[in-house]
């Protein structure tokens, strides 16, 4: 399935056929291996059969029941968590909500990973794959109080940092889009998310419409307003990201977002 949708092959039957054949097989699958057809599914936007994505919630659980019995710090490891968080990524952009056990699994597995790497100092787990969790839990709606609290601290400890390690805009937007998507929006998280934009803009990072929306959305619903200093330089950042520009970077930046982007 992931060679067919590389080659663009749209023919939903096809894919299909494939699910139900692997069906019957999908305990002996990998993370990587569920990975790769939940992408591919979609990519191609492949809804059926519904027992195929029943079957892969269960073989997910199996495959993270024992990170949730071992001792903090002895669970799955970074390679595994990236396949996981992308099978349910892939759940949520079928918008498969149902299946709250393996959202909430997949985020128990990040979170109690991200708690106990920032115990034993060793830069915790990659930000990018955070903020696509926190994108798929908002889309999917369903919240799990450790990981958004885990992913809250690891924004304020950046905010420090933001001058010297730039995050890409699209990672710090689509964790605009979690947080708003279950009211999360106290002024301390939104400034931090605030300065961290402004860090990334100052680097030269251009906002895509997309952004620029989910930024609005979670920063104007802050509890009380931004330092005043900082929205007006971001006002006037986001602002210069817009302005007109020569075809070419026009369709670079489109090109460099295709290949970026998640949704």
């Known amino acids: 399935t992931w060679s067919m949708a590389r080659l663009v092959v749209q023919d939903k039957g096809v894919y299909t056929a494939a699910c139900r054949s692997a069906e019957p097989r999908l305990e002996e699958f990998q993370a990587s291996e569920l990975s790769s057809i939940t992408w591919a599914l979609a990519t191609v936007g492949v809804q059926e059969p519904e027992t195929f994505f029943v079957a892969i919630e269960q073989q997910v659980l199996r495959l993270v029941a024992p990170a949730r019995t071992l ?109 708003s998507a279950f009211g999360i929006v106290e002024a301390k998280l939104c400034s931090a998310l605030a300065t961290l934009l402004l860090a990334a803009l100052r680097a030269g990072a251009v906002l895509s419409t997309q952004d620029l929306l989910f930024f609005v959305v979670c920063l104007e619903r802050a509890s009380t307003p931004l330092d005043a200093p900082l929205y007006a330089e971001l006002s006037e950042r986001a602002l210069h990201s817009f302005a007109p520009c020569k075809r070419g970077e026009v369709v670079a930046a489109k090109k460099e977002e295709a290949h970026g982007g998640w949704l």
């Open 71 to 179: 001792p903090a710090g002895a669970g799955s490891s970074e390679y595994q968590l990236y396949e996981l968080v992308h099978v349910a990524w892939a759940c949520a952009a079928l918008s498969k909500m149902a299946y709250e056990q393996l959202y909430l699994a997949v985020a128990e597995v990040v979170a109690t990973a991200e708690a106990s790497r920032h115990q034993r100092n060793s830069g915790g787990v990659e930000f990018r794959l955070l903020a696509l969790l926190a994108w798929t839990l908002g889309k999917a709606q369903h919240f799990h109080h450790g990981f958004f609290a885990s992913l809250r601290d690891r924004i304020l400890a950046e905010e420090s940092e933001a001058a010297a390690l730039p995050f890409k805009i699209r990672d710090l937007s689509t964790c605009c889009y979690g947080f």
